[in-house]
């Protein structure tokens, strides 16, 4: 499976550019990377949501990207993701993107036709039993009942996979995209055991994943740090790993089949445990972030202060207004204190290294403001009702925020992930 078409280097970084001026400030981060000796590819992604929210279409992500790779030279590979796309939305990607993130969360928990699951207990009835894994001392006891459970929870899904996967290839043929798939917009984490097995579903499907996007334990809250147990966070992602290599050995799948971190911006206490499997299994991850550059273009314009900082003023005050119905479509990745949310008079008070210090993620900053930085993620359709006013900003901006852009992405994403270095 996965023949000599596009293939996804080890190790990627996901961008999201919502208002599509930051692209080449993004590249930057990746030329960096490169001056420093690592290759990390750059993939730009944006969701249906996102471009309906901007009221962007796809081909925009695509000339920002092809303007970017242009303007500095960039000759390694560089993809563009349709994030999260189901049957219903993958149409408007087909022309731009070469990487389909499909997005199978919904149909987790629905139960698949008995025929189908009674199949997958049989065909992968070797899978009961001990399972040693690559690099791991305690085996893996697989029970039938493992298969069938796991098949019952996630088959539908799965074979749902396999019919947006079929959509794209018949438009694009297989050497021209990379698919993943996607899990992680669900209620519950996979375990290590489960991924493994839904590997095999997903092999037995036909679908030649680069990467996946599981569920991990923890909160993965945008924009701000991980929240949960990091040992077992470590511990789980060196069995998914070692899931995958296994899958990748016996089940046939392509063999640079690699994590994808979902709302992997800002998680810095995980950044150690991820680097360190890496170098542990001799493998990639591939690092989505999102909403983090859009943060930026708000630093940028609040730190020369004048007109910048006035309009990252009133966007904070509409987000606050509307703080309800910006963050409903979140709930369950933000946790936003209000008692922690400064009043809109307040902030307009503000020096720009006040606004600027209570937004920039620094951890360890006392002037660090997680509730107000989590609102302001959400807040992009505030910027986006804006139109015009907020983009002629962003332009005469430009200078200030591509240096916050490429430094954020690159000092304290890029190094810590793919060079180990600590910010
Ligand atoms: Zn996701």
Same mark, same amino acid.
């Given at each position: 499976?996965?023949?000599?078409?596009?293939?996804?280097?080890?190790?990627?970084?996901?961008?999201?550019?919502?208002?599509?001026?930051?692209?080449?400030?993004?590249?930057?981060?990746?030329?960096?990377?490169?001056?420093?000796?690592?290759?990390?590819?750059?993939?730009?992604?944006?969701?249906?949501?996102?471009?309906?929210?901007?009221?962007?279409?796809?081909?925009?992500?695509?000339?920002?990207? !092809?303007?970017?790779?242009?303007?500095?030279?960039?000759?390694?590979?560089?993809?563009?993701?349709?994030?999260?796309?189901?049957?219903?939305?993958?149409?408007?990607?087909?022309?731009?993107?070469?990487?389909?993130?499909?997005?199978?969360?919904?149909?987790?928990?629905?139960?698949?036709?008995?025929?189908?699951?009674?199949?997958?207990?049989?065909?992968?009835?070797?899978?009961?039993?001990?399972?040693?894994?690559?690099?791991?001392?305690?085996?893996?006891?697989?029970?039938?009942? !493992?298969?069938?459970?796991?098949?019952?929870?996630?088959?539908?899904?799965?074979?749902?996979?396999?019919?947006?996967?079929?959509?794209?290839?018949?438009?694009?043929?297989?050497?021209?995209?990379?698919?993943?798939?996607?899990? !992680?917009?669900?209620?519950?984490?996979?375990?290590?055991?489960?991924?493994?097995?839904?590997?095999?579903?997903?092999?037995?499907?036909?679908?030649?994943?680069?990467?996946?996007?599981?569920?991990?334990?923890?909160?993965?809250?945008?924009?701000?740090?991980?929240?949960? !147990?990091?040992?077992?966070?470590?511990?789980?992602?060196?069995?998914?790993?070692?899931?995958?290599?296994?899958?990748?050995?016996?089940?046939?799948?392509?063999?640079?089949?690699?994590?994808?971190?979902?709302?992997?911006?800002?998680?810095?206490?995980?950044?150690?445990?991820?680097?360190?499997?890496?170098?542990?299994?001799?493998?990639?991850?591939?690092?989505?972030?999102?909403?983090?550059?859009?943060?930026?273009?708000?630093?940028?314009?609040?730190?020369?202060?004048?007109?910048?900082?006035?309009?990252?003023?009133?966007?904070?005050?509409?987000?606050?207004?509307?703080?309800?119905?910006?963050?409903?479509?979140?709930?369950?990745?933000?946790?936003?204190?209000?008692?922690?949310?400064?009043?809109?008079?307040?902030?307009?008070?503000?020096?720009?290294?006040?606004?600027?210090?209570?937004?920039?993620?620094?951890?360890?900053?006392?002037?660090?403001?997680?509730?107000?930085?989590?609102?302001?993620?959400?807040?992009?359709?505030?910027?986006?009702?804006?139109?015009?006013?907020?983009?002629?900003?962003?332009?005469?901006?430009?200078?200030?925020?591509?240096?916050?852009?490429?430094?954020?992405?690159?000092?304290?994403?890029?190094?810590?992930?793919?060079?180990?270095?600590?910010?």
């Amino acid at each position: 499976m996965g023949g000599s078409g596009l293939r996804l280097n080890k190790y990627s970084v996901g961008t999201g550019d919502r208002f599509a001026h930051q692209a080449k400030a993004q590249l930057q981060a990746c030329v960096l990377a490169l001056n420093a000796g690592v290759e990390v590819i750059p993939v730009w992604n944006k969701s249906n949501r996102e471009h309906n929210i901007i009221g962007s279409e796809p081909s925009s992500v695509r000339a920002a990207a !092809d303007a970017a790779v242009r303007a500095l030279n960039w000759t390694l590979p560089y993809f563009l993701d349709a994030d999260h796309i189901t049957i219903e939305t993958v149409g408007r990607f087909l022309a731009s993107c070469d990487f389909y993130t499909i997005d199978v969360a919904d149909f987790i928990g629905q139960e698949a036709a008995q025929n189908d699951i009674d199949q997958f207990v049989r065909r992968r009835a070797n899978l009961a039993g001990r399972i040693e894994l690559p690099g791991i001392a305690e085996p893996f006891e697989i029970t039938q009942n !493992d298969l069938r459970q796991t098949a019952q929870k996630f088959l539908a899904a799965i074979k749902k996979a396999g019919q947006v996967y079929r959509t794209i290839l018949a438009a694009k043929g297989e050497v021209n995209f990379i698919p993943e798939v996607s899990m !992680d917009e669900t209620d519950r984490a996979q375990s290590s055991l489960e991924l493994l097995i839904i590997l095999a579903a997903i092999a037995d499907e036909g679908i030649p994943i680069q990467t996946i996007a599981p569920k991990f334990s923890g909160r993965f809250n945008k924009g701000v740090d991980y929240v949960g !147990d990091l040992p077992q966070f470590h511990r789980e992602f060196v069995l998914d790993v070692a899931s995958i290599q296994y899958a990748v050995t016996h089940f046939g799948l392509p063999s640079n089949l690699k994590l994808s971190v979902h709302s992997g911006s800002d998680k810095f206490s995980i950044y150690p445990a991820i680097h360190s499997t890496m170098k542990q299994f001799n493998v990639g991850v591939h690092l989505k972030t999102a909403g983090t550059t859009w943060l930026e273009e708000l630093i940028g314009l609040a730190e020369p202060g004048g007109d910048g900082l006035a309009l990252a003023k009133e966007i904070y005050s509409e987000a606050f207004s509307h703080r309800e119905e910006l963050c409903a479509p979140y709930a369950t990745v933000i946790d936003i204190n209000p008692a922690r949310l400064p009043s809109p008079a307040e902030v307009n008070a503000w020096t720009s290294d006040q606004y600027t210090s209570a937004l920039r993620h620094v951890p360890g900053n006392k002037a660090y403001n997680s509730s107000l930085r989590q609102l302001l993620h959400v807040g992009f359709k505030v910027a986006a009702k804006m139109g015009p006013r907020y983009l002629s900003l962003l332009e005469s901006n430009e200078a200030v925020i591509a240096r916050n852009v490429t430094e954020n992405l690159y000092n304290r994403h890029i190094a810590p992930v793919f060079l180990g270095l600590n910010s």
